[in-house]
């Protein structure tokens, strides 16, 4: 029983790492611990994790000689695919023209809304010009409630700005 006391720090660091919650330092600890040639019996079962993991460290990559060599060996088997790479060449113009078309988007959302502005005090000062409405300047009520108000406001005066017109045009032949 006093044996298995003793491993304690090392169950609780084994129960940490299958968290994901150890650092780097820790982990190499349980590796130096499981090479031990005598483990305890209730830990044997990991042994061969950290055994891998301890191997793969000091495994070393793959290099260019091995690629080398594994198509020379496929080539003489036959079984060597074509490899044909095309190189695209990119022209700045290209390159940037994601950013010209954002670019090109955002002129149209400025130039809509600049229109609809422009249409709106155009509106106003029609209005204000024949006299419709003596407190044009102020705003009303009802545009502060109703968010629609100013357009139903801009039809009404357009809608007087028309019979003006048409009055002064049959009063005029």
């Known amino acids: 029983m006093t044996n298995f006391m003793d491993y304690k720090y090392i169950e609780q660091l084994i129960a940490r790492y299958f968290e994901a919650e150890t650092s780097n330092a820790e982990e190499d600890i349980l590796r130096s611990f499981f090479r031990q040639s005598s483990l305890p019996r209730h830990l044997e079962q990991y ?16 290099d260019e000689e091995f690629d080398r060599r594994l198509r020379a060996r496929l080539e003489a088997e036959g079984h060597m695919p074509a490899i044909h790479v095309k190189a695209i060449k990119m022209t700045w113009n290209e390159r940037l ?25 155009q509106t106003t000062q029609t209005s204000i010009v024949f006299g419709t409405e003596a407190h044009q300047n102020k705003p009303s009520e009802s545009s502060l409630i109703h968010p629609e108000a100013p357009y139903r406001q801009a039809r ?4 007087m700005a028309v019979t003006q017109d048409t009055l002064t045009t049959k009063d005029g032949q």
Do not use: C, D, N
């Open 47 to 62: 042994a061969p994790l950290f055994a891998y993991q301890s191997e793969a460290k000091t495994a070393t990559p793959l």
């Open 156 to 159: 009404e005066h357009m809608k």
């Open 97 to 121: 023209r994601p950013l010209w078309r954002s670019v090109a988007a955002v002129a149209v959302v400025v130039l809509v809304i600049g229109s609809a502005r422009q249409t709106a005090v």
